[in-house]
């Protein structure tokens, strides 16, 4: 009888994500909310595309994010590309106060579905919905009706989050989560030790046996 | 027995939180350090008996084995136990505490409780002894001490519940009260483990089964469980290896929780594989526990101690379990006893024996000095020295030497080989975290069928439960650790500057900018600049910009100067020419497994003269940075010069500054000389802007030779060469006069005009300084009117190098087939321009 291998450790399912979206809409906000469960006033503008990872568990999965921050600045335009290629995930953030942002926000979805990952996730994250609670509706430029309607129909996840007092940033990345195709991706990549897997009675192929 | 319920239990596979093992190595190390926070611990009592029967199913019930006592409808009806003071006499040892069930109770209870050993039940417990069984006072025992409801928390409340009963039940002995009507039996243990070896001893048995052997078995359980219990009990697994059968019932209370029913079997006896020796072990979880029981046959004599050990090693080594549907377990992975949170039951005949005389174990089992016996037992003494079964407990051991006795009788072996007594027949466990209370540990003297006697231990066995709640969030907080840690020993650096401003940017003028890069994470950074391109090219010959260096490494703290460097070359300028004034990129700088930064570089392109098409020269009409006046409706087909202003500018200037320069020193490559790149902007600036020459400044031979310089430059960046492409291969056919007459009135009028002017320039330099100047004038100019592509692999990058030193036409690699050839067509165009010259001259 030959001494069975021990199991590789199991390595999380790694789904790429890319927050896009206009300049100063809070996408570095959410990450840092989502990641390190901090808020900051005034942030530097991100001049590059930060990257963090953050893990969730998904039903018997675990999910590792890698998460692109890219810099929402329009002549950072053209190197979007880089950061949305290969992205199973995205998340498109406008300012609930700005109808310009949402508008840009629009434009990005209509890019991501033209030209980024045939099944990739998009997101659509209303952010700084704080600003409506302290300040009333008045300030509001974006009816929420208005965004989820686009987004029913454009086939995108929506909230409306606020990256500082953490309302829905949990929940978009969750809701993300539970709605990457796994079986597609696990098959594509046709590795079959993909994946956490937390249930140890799963069937696992035969070994040898002591008979 | 209920048959639906052992499917249920074999099939039930929910339990959702196997997770605690078997994943990523530091999920699994952060709740291990968490468990407590997700999981409870439950008491769930079980019952381990062995019994070596000596080569057939018992033909005495099972119930006193089992149950502590006999079921009343039997011990009526059937046949009565050995009676003890027949064993007494018949073995000449005392007849033991072992019989008894109230013995054992108090024994055991003694152990802990002075109180009880001295207090007044120990007289009466004479009473008890003396006499035959006490049907009605075992019942009531039983019936309070198992009717603990099996959520007890220890078994001291279990000890003091059978103590509490005990004393009752003396008491109403004492009161002599009528007799109560019989109470049906309480389970004894909520798990119930039965371990049997030498069911048959046939060599047949080695290579087939019968089946009947298991079902005689089963219903002998059964028939031990009696009517009213074996409703309560389900088959969790039964297994049999030759001689050795181990099966495990599980009451209905726990049936709901008891998963992942497993079995494996060793055999290690003759030839090392026979199963005469070995073990059989069935394991399942229970709650979120995984329980093995183990029931093994060690080898046997008393001079095979180390051969015992050698078995439980190679049992454990070997032993893997299969899932009841056959398929294999994930933690076969490692031999038993590393599966640290395995909680291990191993029983059975270990077979180990007293080192010590016949005679002196009897004499000391007569003497009831057990401890004292147990000095000299090997299996503690192979626990102690670490030889076997490291890490075992066992409970104490009150009852005599289960070993060997003559068939039928309870006397130690009268034969002629005088066996000496030992206890064999043990039930031990281990478990590093999880705590075992030994409730009961006792013999069972009544059996007479075999040369051992039955051994039945109950356990109180802590099992975890998890919290899935409680657990979901644990798996939360590792994984929010781990990104913490991953997060923070993710590369991290800073760049001094993102922006970089190059104010106004010339054709050939190099501008130099640093930017300053800090490792400001925790772990070293390769760094490196990518490209936004999708393929990026090295010799791009429009690239007008270069990092240096343009890749690294920097240690948490250290810093790196990364110079920026532009250059525009004449080819490069051509684009920018067209782009129009703003001159930017953006430098992708990335961390490896990090960031990237962007570094903009922007600059004010200032339009050249150089690698503009003649045609455009000529309509800007002025300089190109000066921005034509749109003419107002004129817009006429005829540009409003023939000859772009610039060239006419070169020439006057070389016409009135330099006929006395030797011509190969004017136009040919000396080297540089300081100043040189200086003068060459004044003049470029000067064309650019149509400002005129600063004489003053380009006096003397460097002046011309900055000027001619420029001349040159022109002519080799012309978007179109002077005499086109197609029209080169005409003017090196065509012979000097009228062919080549004809040939030039062949090309565009700008073209066309162009040309002569060049050839007048020419004209009035060897008019000056003679007819060899011909040669040099035709060296330098017939490459560069008519353009020959260097051959592949020679191309400079971004022909600086060329532009710079004016290296035209003298590569420095040593011939090939193909460098002959491009020199040939080089002289061609040389002796073209030769031709040229001369019609020319003669027309």
Not at chain 2, 559 to 584: C, W
Not at chain 2, 637 to 643: A, D, F, M
Not at chain 2, 728 to 742: I, K, R, T
Request: with cysteine.
């Amino acid at each position: 009888m030959s001494a069975p291998q021990p199991p590789a450790a199991g390595t999380p399912v790694q789904v790429k994500l890319v927050l896009l979206g206009q300049a100063a809409v809070g996408k570095s906000s959410l990450v840092l909310r989502f990641v390190r469960n901090e808020f900051q006033e005034n942030r530097e503008p991100t001049i590059g595309a930060a990257f963090l990872t953050q893990k969730c568990k998904v039903d018997d999965k675990i999910v590792k994010f890698e998460i692109w921050d890219t810099a929402g600045q329009e002549r950072f335009h053209s190197l979007a590309p880089m950061y949305y290629r290969n992205a199973l995930a995205a998340i498109v953030v406008y300012d609930v106060t700005s109808a310009q942002s949402f508008d840009k926000a629009k434009s990005w979805v209509k890019e991501l579905q033209l030209q980024g990952s045939p099944n990739v996730v998009i997101a659509l994250a209303g952010n700084k919905i704080d600003i409506i609670k302290s300040e009333g509706e008045g300030a509001r430029e974006v009816p929420a009706d208005e965004a989820q309607a686009y987004a029913n129909e454009a086939g995108l996840l929506f909230f409306e989050t606020s990256a500082k007092d953490g309302t829905g940033v949990e929940a978009i990345f969750n809701d993300i989560a539970k709605k990457i195709p796994f079986e597609q991706i696990l098959a594509k990549a046709n590795a079959p030790r993909q994946g956490v897997n937390l249930h140890e009675a799963q069937p696992t192929p035969p070994q040898n046996c002591a008979c | 027995m209920d048959r639906s319920r052992v499917a249920s239990v074999e099939l039930q596979d929910s339990n959702p939180v196997a997770a605690a093992t078997d994943t990523s190595t530091w999920l699994h190390h952060g709740l291990k350090k968490r468990r407590a926070t997700f999981t409870t611990r439950k008491p769930v009592s079980v019952w381990i008996g062995t019994w070596n029967v000596g080569g057939a199913i018992p033909s005495a019930p099972l119930d006193h084995w089992v149950l502590g006592r006999s079921l009343a409808h039997r011990s009526k009806s059937k046949r009565p136990p050995l009676s003890v003071s027949t064993s007494l006499s018949a073995s000449g040892a005392s007849p033991g505490s072992d019989d008894s069930p109230d013995t054992t109770n108090l024994h055991d209870a003694g152990l802990t409780s002075p109180l009880v050993a001295n207090g007044p039940p120990r007289l009466e417990l004479a009473h008890l002894l003396d006499g035959s069984e006490s049907v009605t006072s075992f019942e009531s025992l039983l019936s309070s001490a198992s009717s603990l409801d099996f959520s007890v928390a220890t078994s001291d409340d279990l000890r003091r519940d059978s103590l509490a009963s005990t004393v009752s039940t003396v008491s109403s002995v004492t009161a002599a009260k009528p007799p109560l009507p019989p109470r049906p039996p309480a389970p004894p243990a909520e798990i119930l483990a039965f371990g049997f070896q030498e069911v048959d001893v046939s060599t047949d048995v080695y290579f087939a089964h019968d089946p009947a052997t298991i079902l005689d078995l089963k219903a002998k359980i059964i028939d031990g469980l009696g009517p009213h219990l074996e409703k309560q009990y389900a088959l969790v697994s039964i297994k049999q290896l030759a001689g050795m059968i181990v099966a495990v019932l599980a009451h209905e209370s726990v049936v709901p929780y008891i998963t992942e029913v497993e079995s494996g079997y060793v055999g290690c006896g003759i030839m090392g594989v026979l199963g005469n020796k070995g073990a059989v072990a069935i394991r399942f979880k229970v709650f979120d526990t995984r329980i093995c029981l183990v029931n093994s046959h060690l080898a046997a004599d008393q001079n095979q101690a180390e051969r015992r050990d050698s078995d439980f090693h190679e049992i454990c080594r070997r032993l893997v379990f299969k899932r009841e549907d056959g398929s294999s377990c994930q933690t076969n992975d490692l031999p038993l006893l590393f599966l640290s949170r395995t909680m291990v039951f191993w029983f059975g005949d270990l077979n180990y024996r007293l080192e010590s005389t016949y005679n002196d174990v009897l004499a000391g089992i007569k003497a009831s000095r057990v401890p004292h016996l147990l000095q000299r037992d090997q299996l503690g003494h192979s626990i102690r020295t670490g030889r076997a079964f490291a890490g075992f407990q066992e409970a104490p051991i009150t009852f005599h030497p289960t070993y060997k006795f003559d068939p039928g009788t309870n006397r130690y072996d009268t034969s002629e080989k005088q066996r000496t007594p030992a206890w064999c027949d043990r039930i031990l466990w281990r478990h590093p975290t999880l705590n075992v209370t030994p409730v009961k540990y006792r013999s069972h003297m009544r059996y007479g069928d075999s040369d051992h006697k039955p051994v039945s231990a109950i356990l109180t066995v802590e099992t975890e439960v998890i919290d899935q709640d409680k657990y979901a969030l644990a798996v939360k907080e590792v994984l929010r650790e781990h990104d913490k840690w991953e997060n923070e020993f993710i590369p991290e650096a800073s760049v001094s500057e993102q922006l970089i401003d190059l104010g106004e940017v010339k054709v050939l003028k190099p501008v130099v900018r640093t930017v300053e890069l800090r490792n400001t994470g925790k772990i070293p950074v390769s760094w490196f600049f990518a490209s936004a391109r999708p393929t990026p090219t090295e010799d791009d010959a429009d690239q007008w910009m270069w990092t240096e260096p343009s890749k690294g490494y920097l240690e948490p703290g250290e810093r790196q100067s990364i110079t920026i460097r532009i250059l525009v070359s004449p080819v490069a300028a051509r684009n920018l020419n067209h782009a129009g004034s703003a001159l930017n990129d953006i430098l992708i700088l990335r961390l490896e497994h990090g960031r990237d930064f962007f570094i903009s570089v922007e600059g004010r392109w200032l339009k050249t003269c150089l690698a503009q098409s003649l045609q455009s020269l000529c309509d800007t009409g002025g300089a190109v940075r000066v921005d034509a006046e749109p003419q107002n409706g004129t817009s006429s087909e005829e540009p409003r010069h023939s000859v772009p202003q610039e060239l006419q500018v070169l020439s006057k200037f070389i016409l009135a500054h330099a006929m006395d320069v030797p011509a190969r020193e004017l136009w040919g490559n000396n080297g540089e000389e300081a100043g040189d790149e200086a003068m060459l902007e004044t003049v470029l600036d000067s064309l650019d802007t149509g400002a005129p020459l600063d004489e003053a400044r380009l006096a003397g031979t460097a002046g011309a030779r900055s000027v001619a310089r420029v001349m040159l430059l022109m002519f080799e960046y012309l978007e179109v060469p002077v005499i086109p492409d197609q029209d080169q291969e005409m003017f090196v056919a065509s012979a000097e006069g009228s062919p080549m007459l004809e040939a030039v009135a062949h090309l565009p009028v700008v073209h066309r005009a162009t040309l002569l002017h060049l050839l007048e320039l020419c004209e009035s330099l060897i008019d000056k300084q003679g007819p060899d100047t011909l040669a040099v004038l035709a060296e330098v100019f017939g490459p560069l009117v008519m353009r020959v592509p260097l051959p592949s692999g020679l191309a400079t990058s971004g022909s600086i190098s060329s532009v710079a030193g004016l290296n035209t036409a003298t590569p420095m690699t040593s011939p090939s087939k193909e460098m002959k050839r491009y020199r040939t067509k080089i002289q061609a165009r040389q002796l073209a321009f030769a031709r040229l010259v001369q019609t020319l001259q003669n027309s």
